[in-house]
RNA sequence: UCCCUGAUAGCUCAAUGGUAGAGCGACCGGCUGUUAACCGGUAGGUUCCAGGUUCGAGUCCUGGUCGGGGAGCCA
């Protein structure tokens, strides 16, 4: 089948066409600057979101609508026929001359009504005003890099992926299965939660009478369904939107967010973080080859230095390490006079301030953590073989960042039924709830392993960007849902 | 959810309890192959909301709402 050809040049293609080339573009006014030279100028930069850098039109007076284009001011949407030419000016290698003596033409297509008061005007704006103008701040400089690097981070996890052979998987949004046991779970319901009909016993709502015939929830993680495909596809994963109810208001949780989950199966802990580590190089390397123009302005502007740190990051092994020997460094850092808020004590949980100190004083570069005390780990994964008593260790993986911290959690599942259900014992799950999980145990059980993945985490990674809130179009987060 | 902090022009911020200002943006003019332009001028305000103290509140007090920083939870 033939692709539509398009009738008019991105403005991306514009800058990589030969001097001479009479094209057409369309776009948006990013500034409108004008000169009495040459008998009257304007320099229109327009912008169509494709690249960069708006490319600038230089239109002579001659054109018969020069005055209304003398009036065009920032956000004003038009079409311009002309004719590439190497620029006469500095700051630009080539620009449209739009001359009526070669058939140029600027046609205003949409005006802005109110310049004095158009949200995005021609000037620094903080990002957290951007925030409350989320439909018009995709025209700035750094929303624009953004949504380009996020599909290009996007289509980098689709081609890792496909590349080695995995199936993509689409699992379920809702989901009533009560048993994903991360975090607080959004309600799906079409019951009339005014005037609710109660159990027999008067005490509980009857969910029997509700759309699904159970509570069902908005998915906190396609883990558990996803590990069904890997028992019989072996290498899949999933990438979709994932919701969590939490109150949890930073710049690195959403209530809304996408998910990265690989799950392979006939596979162990060690290759599950060899996988990780070269997931994470693949993205990097698709950002700094594939969006060049965004990242030189996220270097300059954003985060200084971040390209040669995402470049370290490529050519550096991650650095792998027990969770066991990091409470050794941490606790050996104390004694060398570090202080951190929190104790460091095996057994619990790292905090923000130990996973930061290890990958940006100690290390700097990602580690990986591996091998968890179980008793602070979910119930699927795997125990470890050979641990020493009071010492029992999970086959968990944690990456992390300078920075962002943990961006991969993962871990080799627990494929022994009989491991399996002494742990759901031990947590007080309830076994018949996870009756087909458990199937997978049962009939051809087999070594499996897989991560998760935050996809706006890896964002901030790869940009630089402080708040996640700015790497979303769209962030839904505690009282916020606006568009 | 906890601690800290903030809300004044379209935006970013000033303003001892006593006449509400500047920069940028917008508009008008000048200059210029311009490009964070530059120079001059003009317009633009229910000081977040509801109470309270006071002769008088942007400013002080109480309660909300929303934002930011940190923490927890986590990806």
Known sequence: MECLMPQWMRVTD???????????????????????????????????????????????????????????????????????????????????????????????????????????????????????????????????????????????????????????????????????????MFRVSTLDSVNRKLTADGKHVDFGEDFFGKEAHLTVSGQLNVETYCCALSNVYTFGPTFRAENSNTARHLAEFWMIEPEMAFCDLKRDSEIAEEFIKHCIDAALTKRGDDMKFFDERIENGIVARLKHVLETPFRRLPYTDAIDILQKAIAGGKKFEYPVKWGTDLQSEHERYLTEEHFKQPVILMHYPKGIKAFYMRLDDNCAPGRETVSAMDVLVPKIGEIIGGSQREERLDKLDMRLDEMKLNKADYWWYRDLRKYGTVPHAGFGLGFERLMLFITGMANIRDVIPFPRAPKQAEF
């Open 14 to 184: 514009a800058f990589a066409a030969a001097p001479g080339t009479p094209l057409t573009i369309k776009g948006w006014v990013r500034t409108n600057r004008e000169s009495k030279a040459d008998g009257g100028l304007c320099f229109v930069a327009v912008s169509d979101g494709t690249c960069f850098d708006p490319i600038q039109a230089v239109v002579r007076s001659t054109v018969p609508n020069f005055e209304h284009i003398q009036k065009l001011t920032t956000g004003c949407s038009v079409e311009i026929d002309g004719v590439l030419v190497a620029s006469q000016g500095k700051g630009q290698s080539v620009e449209i001359l739009v001359d009526p003596a070669q058939s140029g033409a600027l046609r205003i297509i949409g005006e802005v009504e109110h310049p004095d008061t158009y949200p995005v005007s021609n000037k620094r704006h903080t990002f957290e005003y951007l925030r409350e103008v989320a439909h018009l701040r995709v025209r700035t400089n750094t929303f624009g890099a953004v949504a380009r690097m996020r599909h290009c981070m996007s289509m980098a996890v689709h081609e890792y992926f496909d590349k080695k052979g995995f199936f993509y998987v689409h699992t379920p949004i809702i989901t009533a299965s009560d048993c994903e046991g991360a975090g607080q």
